[in-house]
């Protein structure tokens, strides 16, 4: 079983990737750090405990930073959504409270503790990931891997033409997280843009799953809303569940290798780029995916839930 935190902005695609590590038999979730991005990161904290409460499998939540490292923060992203993050479903109060340690503290310990065997992976701004490496830097020797749901290669932004939203909320962050010397997997719009989920997969996950499946139909239907808005298709992509998903079905992706660095200001601020000829560590960057079977894990697996 793979050891895996999610650093989490909750979040539609979110909730989809955090049941997913829950239900999924190859993955042991060990904690969830909570950042700001899709909501708040009050917000974030109480829906990150909430989905574990929901989907029975109540590991530690650590609360994770207010703001980006350098810049000031950005606007959450309630039209994308919903104002308590899971689109129009009302406000919930989880039963329990997060740790009391800051999501920088439970990473390093947990990453300390284990040493080479805990794959991070983010699906928000890596902010968290950033303060963990300034508070300790030998954490990025024993960390097993890191995964970035974030950036785009050759695909464009998705708040701005050239930034995806997880880059360009802390793009300080995300450079120095490139820089680190860790063994980093970028799963970016270069390959979550050529993967949907449909409004019948959903009701399909409803029928089979009626507690998770169901909570993810209600949630599901707001991002369906924003993307007919905004994209012109009828379902949503499927970003941050393929983040997880790469980790423990890696043969799934197809990558080539990078060095990479973030555009830290001006017009093209949070932009990811290839920083050929300096001396930063090759990113597995994920290029292909094979949508089929990506699809097939993620909807078999909750379909196998309650
Ligand atoms: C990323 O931004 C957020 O809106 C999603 O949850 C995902 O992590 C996609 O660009
Ligand atoms: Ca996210």
Wanted: with cysteine; glycine share 8%.
């Amino acid at each position: 079983m793979q050891k895996i935190i999610i650093d989490t902005d909750p979040g539609i695609d979110d909730a989809m990737a955090v049941l997913f590590a829950c239900l999924s038999p190859g993955i042991e979730l060990v904690g969830l750090t909570s950042i700001f991005g899709n909501v708040t990161t009050d917000i974030a904290t109480r829906n990150a405990k909430v989905l574990v409460e929901m989907a029975k499998c109540d590991v530690p939540v650590a609360r994770g930073a207010d703001a980006p490292v350098q810049q000031e923060a950005k606007p959450v992203a309630w039209d994308v959504h919903g104002r308590e993050g899971f689109g129009d479903v009302a406000a919930i109060t989880p039963a329990g409270e997060p740790v009391d340690e800051t999501a920088a503290e439970f990473i390093c310990r947990t990453v300390s503790d284990n040493p080479g065997e805990v794959a991070l992976c983010t699906v928000g701004p890596l902010t968290n990931l950033a303060r963990a490496l300034e508070m300790d830097p030998s954490i990025a020797g024993k960390v097993k891997s890191v995964t970035v749901m974030g950036g785009s290669l050759d695909a464009g932004g998705n708040i701005t033409p050239s930034s995806e939203a997880n880059i360009w909320q802390d793009p300080h962050a995300a450079d120095m997280v490139f820089a680190a010397g860790w063994d980093v997997t970028l799963v970016g719009l270069d390959v979550t843009h050529q993967i949907k989920c449909t409004p019948e997969d959903f009701a399909g996950l409803a029928a089979k799953a009626p507690v998770l499946g169901g909570f993810l139909n209600e949630a599901v239907q707001y991002y369906f809303e924003f993307h007919r808005r905004v994209d012109g298709f009828n379902g949503c992509y499927m970003h941050d569940p393929s983040a997880v998903i790469s980790i423990v079905q890696p043969d799934l992706f197809a990558v080539e290798h990078e060095p990479l660095r973030v555009i830290v200001e001006g017009e093209e601020i949070g932009r990811t780029v290839r920083a050929a000829g300096s001396d930063r560590p090759a990113t597995s960057v994920c290029k292909q995916i094979d949508v089929d079977a990506v699809r097939k894990v993620f909807l078999e697996t909750i379909s196998n839930g309650f």
